[in-house]
């Protein structure tokens, strides 16, 4: 980043995380804690170097038609256990998952199209959309209802003020 910066040129970063990114599952807490960290540097990244011309971009893959889903299995007995027992059902399944999966050259164009918008996702399985959608309705339900404190808003002007300063941003995130 900071070559891409001193370059003075528009440019654009992608880092790749997962699906497991927006949402964990049963088996996966490490993978998906490791996963929300790259989104959420994603996020901030793009805003923070918006005012500089550099774009991120964050893919968030679910199947892929990779060897990926092998991992587990050979996971050298150094690093001892992951804490979670999964049984050659599951395995299976999750073999059958990526046989499925996207193409690795679609996945490649989908995220250049990306690259050429500057959009914030490469979100490519459709097929997830209704999940995170029930997601982020739930999340929403468990809002504080309550009307938000006048303190609390004035608080949160002056943070905004910091956070455009700290980012070299005038605009207000």
């Keep these: ?18 699906m497991a990114g927006l949402g964990a599952a049963v088996g996966n807490t490490v993978y998906s804690t490791s996963k929300f ?4 540097l994603s996020e901030g990244l793009r805003k923070e170097l918006a005012p500089q011309g550099i774009g991120v971009t964050v893919l ?15 996971r050298p007995e150094k690093f ?18 990526f046989e499925g999966g996207t193409d690795p050259r679609e996945m490649g164009d989908m995220t250049v199209a990306a690259i050429k918008t500057n959009s914030p996702y ?20 468990y809002w504080n209802p309550a009307p938000p404190d006048l303190k609390r808003l004035e608080g949160n002007k002056y943070r ?4 455009s300063r700290m980012t070299g941003s ?3 995130v």
């Excluded at 960290?37 to 959420?40: D, K, L, S, T, Y």
């Excluded at 490469?122 to 339900?141: N, Q």
């Design 80 to 97: 001892g256990q992951t804490g979670t027992e999964l049984s050659d059902e599951w395995y299976d399944l999750v073999e059958k998952s």
């Design 170 to 172: 005038a605009k207000k």
């Design 37 to 40: 960290a790259v989104v959420g």
């Design 160 to 163: 905004q003020q910091a956070f």
């Design 1 to 18: 980043l900071p070559r891409m910066i001193a370059h003075g040129e528009p440019g654009h970063v992608v880092n790749t995380s997962s």
């Design 122 to 141: 490469v979100l490519p399985h459709s097929e997830f959309r209704d999940g995170y959608k029930a997601k982020i309705e739930e999340m929403m339900s």
């Design 60 to 74: 968030c893959p679910a199947a892929v038609k990779t060897n990926f889903n092998r991992n587990a299995r050979n």
